[in-house]
């Protein structure tokens, strides 16, 4: 399975102090796994870019650093800068690299975001992807009146409240959270002063007044010269080289001309290679003949090939040995279960067919990944229990005394061994009404998927039942096995029903028969 890298790209309001920026930095690299691409800080706009990237979970635990980091640094009450700005931590998106899909990047923004107005009492927007109200898509529209206006709004007009978080300003401000395609921050330099120039070209080039389709921009004087700012949205839909030369043509009408300009932060290289196939009118030109994507992709494979193969969780079960499992392996088939859950719900999502079910099938999303986790880490839990009951069969039986101690240690030993096995039932249970959720309200496409997760989840409940009674076996009159029993008991009870509306939903909404009771 190819290695998950996601892109993350903060942008905060401070370039004039560059041992502020420093230590933002510092807090993100801090985070082991994340790897720091680029830095830009612009002093006229007093405002920096970052961009870092690496695998998911210390990608979003970074980001969570910066905002909390730029929060203890940056006063907005005294920030002045030519970008539009209504947070310490303006701008926090995350952008999809390989083996990353944009719904998994909506979670993390979405994750973030709650944390971030939990722990750190910042106000917090969605935004692009992760938008949780259409009108709040687009970044511009959040950040209408910037920091000064917001504050007060916030204050009188419900319709500019936060997502999440208090309604309330305070000195960092509020930030903007979301997932959202590669984008190519592109400011073009005029020879001129007059920023109505640069006003008059962005209007024409910019979607909002009739433009390019993913272009957004404004003009504004930096350094003594217009400059026609803008985000390129889709490099491919809207490229580069046509939005420089219509900025050309525009100029002219106005006797100005290009100065210069430059790229903010990244650029993908596939937009760079478009832009010389425009302007060198290459014929035939493929990506391969590139010799440092070539080179990239030799040390990749060389890399790939170097790694030593991991043992295969299936490859322990049948070793021969007695741990791992019944129990480990109810645990995995509840946790691939509980995956397939997560993979129905994140293909509702974002489908307009589905709108009624989107807020519902994300909490289905949280859920499942958590039970995911926890079921995930009983597999070696469970191992660990068995082992726990060897090791307290190996205790000395010497006198009368260590034989009781032995007698107790086995006992406790194996209410453990039991207990791990009705977690994991009562965790594949609540996989099963999950699965039965998105058979009655999730894609229909994706509805067998649905049904298979319910027969996973079914199966590991009663593998992990049969496990629990295994090892409550003689013991029954005990008052401590005879709760666990009736506790698995009423557990059985209730998966009868999920199963059932399982069934149900199948038959219903597909014509499927797939009998789980």
Known sequence: MPVKIVECIPNFSEARRPEVVDQIIAAVQAVPGVGVLDRHSDLDHNRTVLTFVGEPAPVEEAAYAAIAKAAELIDLNQHQGQHPRIGATDVVPFVPISGMTMVECVEMARRLGKRVADNLGIPVYFYEEAAQR????????IRRGEYEGLKQAVLEDPARAPDLGPAQLGSAGATVIGAREALIAYNIYLNTPDVSIAEKIARRV??????????????????GLAQVSMNLTNFRRSPMA?????????????????????IVGLVPNQALVNAARWYLQLDGFENEQLLDSRLFSWQSEQVSAAKPEQTDFLDQVAEGTPSPGGGSAAAHSGALAAALVAMVARLTVGKPKYAEAEAEAWQVIARAEELRKVLSAAIDLDAQAFDGILQARRLPKMDEAQQQARTDAIYQATLHAARVPLETAGECFAVLRLAARMAE???????????????????AFRSAALNVRINLLGLEAEPEPARMLAQLAELEGKVDAASQSVDESLLKRAGLRAKLG
């Open 134 to 141: 259409p009108e709040r898509r687009n970044l511009e529209d």
């Open 206 to 223: 910019r979607n909002s007044s009739g433009g390019f389709r993913y272009v957004k921009a404004m003009g504004v004087l930096v350094g």
């Open 242 to 262: 046509q939005i420089t030369e219509t900025v050309r043509r525009e100029a002219a009408r106005y006797g100005a001309s290009i100065h210069h300009s430059e």
């Open 441 to 459: 309200i999730g894609n229909l496409n994706a509805i067998s998927d649905a049904g298979a997760g319910a027969q996973l989840a079914l199966a």
